[in-house]
C-alpha cells in the first residue's frame, strides 16, 4: 500500500474516532480532518472540492428555508396536535403514528426533507406532553431510512443507482424494494411499541390540555401558509419530476427556497438563513473532503474490488457480501461516496461474465439505504435530526444513538438477507 493511503487511512480513523467521543464538536471535528487531507498533500483543494456533493448541501439548505419561513405559520404545530389527538394523547401512541407518517414522506419525498418537517412537530408535542423527545427522534432517525429505501427518489443511493443502471424504473425500485421495507417497518413498528410502551408516560391532565387545543387558532399566519403550501408543493412536484426535468435536487429545493423569499419580502431572508443549521452543512462539507483521502488513494476501491473477487463471481456470495459489506461500511462511512465506488465494480463484474445482476443491484440499494441506521453520521437525515434536535437543547449522543440504531440495522440487514436469496437466487 502506497504512503499516501496509510497516511489517509490513519487520519480517517484519528478524526472518525474523535468525532465518536464527542469531546471536541463534531464539526470542528470533521473540517479539520478536511483541511488536514489537502495538508498533507494526500488531495488537492481542487480535488476536495470535486468530492463535496454540492448536490446534497444545496437540497440541505434549500429545505431548511422553506421548513423555517413554514413553521412560522404554525403550521407544524397544528399537524402535531392534530396527530397527538388521533392518538388520543399517549405517547407510545403518537411516537408510531409521527414514525408512519415520517416513513412514507420519506418514500416519496427526500430523507432531509421529511426529518426537516418532522422534527418541528416532534419537538412541539414533546414539549406539550413533558416527555422527553429523543426516543421520537429516534425512532424517527431509524423509519427515515427504511422509508427512503422504498423507492427511487427516497435516498440518494437508490438515484445514483438508478441513474446508472436505466433499466431499474421508478416502479422498478417500488416493486422490488417495498416488500421488504413494509415488512423492516411493521417489526420496527412492533419493537418501538415493546421497547417505550412503560418508558413514556405524562399526566391525565397534560393528556386533557392537548385534546381540548383549538387546531384552527394555531395557524398565525394563513396568508403566509397559503404562500408555503404553494411553494412546498410546487417543489415537492419538482422533486417527483426533476430527472425528467433533467434537473438535480437540489436546484429544485434551492430554486423554493428562493422564490418563497420572493414572495414573503426581505425582513424573511435573514430570519430564513440565520436558522439554516450550518454545522450541519460544514460537518458535511468536512466528510466529504475527509473521505475523499480514502477515494483518490485507491483505499475505498481497493477494498471493494478484493471483496468482490473473494465471491468468485458466484451471484448468491456477492449478493450476500455486497449487502453486508454495503451495510457496515455505509454505518461509518458517508453512503453517497461508496456507492459511487461500488456502482462501477458491480458493473465491470457483468463485463466480466455474471449474468444476473439484479440482485445485486438490489443488494447495494438495500444494504446502502438500511446501512445508515448505524450510526448518527450513516445519512444526511441522521445528522440533520441530531443538529436540530442540539440546537434545541436535546443533544442525540453518538453512543447512544448507536446502542440504539446498530442492533435495528443489523436486524434489517438479516430480513433483507433473507428476501434477496429467496426472491433472487433460489
Known sequence: MEQQA????????????????????????????????????????????HHIDFN??????????????????????????????KAKGEPVRILVALSLVTAVGSAFLDNVTTVLLMVPVT?????????????????????CNVGGTATLIGDPPNIMIGSAVKELTFMAFIENLAPIAIIILIVYMALFILIYRN???TTTELKHELLNIDTAKLIKNPKLLRKCLAVLGLTILGFFLHQALHLESATVA????FLLLLLTGEHMMEQALARVEWTTIFFFVGLFVLVSGLIETGVIAEFAARAI?????????????ILWLSAIASAFVDNIPFVATMIPMIQEMGRMG????????????????????????????NLIVAGVAGREGHP????????????????SIVFANIYIYFRYLM
Request: hydrophobic share 60%; glycine share 10%.
Open 254 to 257: 434551492l430554486a423554493g427556497a
Open 309 to 321: 473477487e473473494w465471491t468468485g463471481g458466484d451471484p448468491v456470495a456477492a449478493s450476500v457480501l
Open 199 to 201: 418508558k413514556l408516560q
Open 354 to 381: 455474471v449474468e444476473n445482476l439484479e440482485p445485486l443491484w438490489w443488494s447495494l440499494a438495500l444494504g446502502a439505504c438500511l446501512g445508515g441506521n448505524g450510526t448518527l453520521v450513516g445519512a444526511s437525515a
Open 123 to 143: 419537538l412541539d408535542i414533546t414539549r406539550r406532553l413533558k416527555v422527553s423527545p429523543l426516543p421520537f427522534l429516534m425512532t424517527q432517525i431509524v423509519v
Open 396 to 411: 442525540i449522543p453518538f453512543f447512544k444513538f448507536l446502542k440504539f440504531g446498530f442492533p435495528l440495522m443489523l436486524l
Open 6 to 49: 496509510i497516511w489517509a487511512i490513519a487520519l480517517f480513523l484519528i478524526i472518525y474516532a474523535l468525532i465518536i467521543s464527542e469531546k471536541i464538536h463534531r464539526t470542528i471535528t470533521a473540517m479539520i480532518g478536511g483541511i488536514l487531507m489537502i495538508l498533507l498533500g494526500i488531495v488537492d483543494q481542487e480535488t476536495a472540492l
Open 56 to 85: 446534497t448541501l444545496g437540497l440541505l439548505v434549500g429545505m431548511m428555508v422553506i421548513v423555517s419561513i413554514t413553521a412560522e405559520t404554525g403550521l407544524f404545530t397544528s399537524i402535531a396536535v392534530i396527530a397527538a389527538k
